[in-house]
């Protein structure tokens, strides 16, 4: 299968700060990405779809503003958490998908906020 | 009501059991339905996607679908101690857009 790079694969920041999170895929062009949030013990929730070129689409509930993603390039998006705050700590979730419909996911990144 | 609904375990075996991993819905538009694994701290990976009703085969692996019941399963034949992790079933009404159960949780003992 496809492969799918996160980075950083965790990360510790202090309330208030900004925080980016880049995801890649690695062996294929991704025209679409997505985001994903997991709590513990929970599902994986989208919050939001990215086209290459475009602007992110957010699911219901989800703050644009604080979310920040920008899908530059068909293999590199990125989600920025701005102003985090303890609440936003979660795992969070990319995946791409090329010219089909399956999604390949990465390994994902556990944000601290403390 | 969720889209998806799945029983989050914790569901415990012993080696070589089978297992049956459950999820039912409520959109009957659902066309695409997936089984994910997912081992701590890492990203889902596909074990197996089935595109509307039937039966799906796969090793030790089965997936069903019953779009009349909107009910879904995935067995797991002779289990193994590696097969330990969380399982997510997923579905989507078009090609991309997934929705996913809640994720169960289960330990095959040696």
């Known amino acids: 299968g496809a492969v799918v790079s996160q980075h950083p694969s965790r990360v510790i920041c202090k309330s208030g700060t900004s925080v980016k999170i880049e995801c890649r895929s690695l062996d294929f062009q991704a025209t679409t990405m997505f985001w994903y949030r997991q709590f513990p013990k929970q599902s994986l929730m989208l919050m939001a779809t990215?086209?290459?070129?475009?602007?992110?689409?957010?699911e219901q509930g989800v703050e644009k503003d604080k979310f920040l993603i920008n899908h530059a390039s068909l293999t590199l998006s990125t989600l920025t958490v701005t102003s985090a705050h303890p609440e936003d700590s979660s795992f969070y979730i990319c995946s791409a998908s090329g010219s089909d419909w399956e999604q390949f996911f990465g390994p994902g990144t556990r944000l601290t906020v403390l | 009501q969720k889209e998806v609904e799945q029983d989050p375990g914790p569901l415990s075996v012993p080696e070589g059991a089978i297992v049956s991993l459950n999820c039912t819905y409520s959109n009957s538009a659902f066309q695409y339905f997936m089984w994910y694994r997912q081992y701590s701290r890492k990203g889902p990976e596909l074990l197996m996607y089935t595109y509307s009703s039937g039966n799906k085969e796969d090793g030790r692996f089965t997936a069903q679908v019953d779009k009349s019941s909107k009910y879904i399963s995935l067995f797991i034949r002779d289990s193994q101690p590696s097969d330990s992790a969380t399982y997510l079933c997923a579905m989507a009404r078009g090609a991309q857009k997934l929705v996913f159960g809640q994720g169960t949780r289960l330990t095959i003992n040696p």
């Open positions: 990215s086209n290459e070129g475009s602007k992110a689409t957010y």
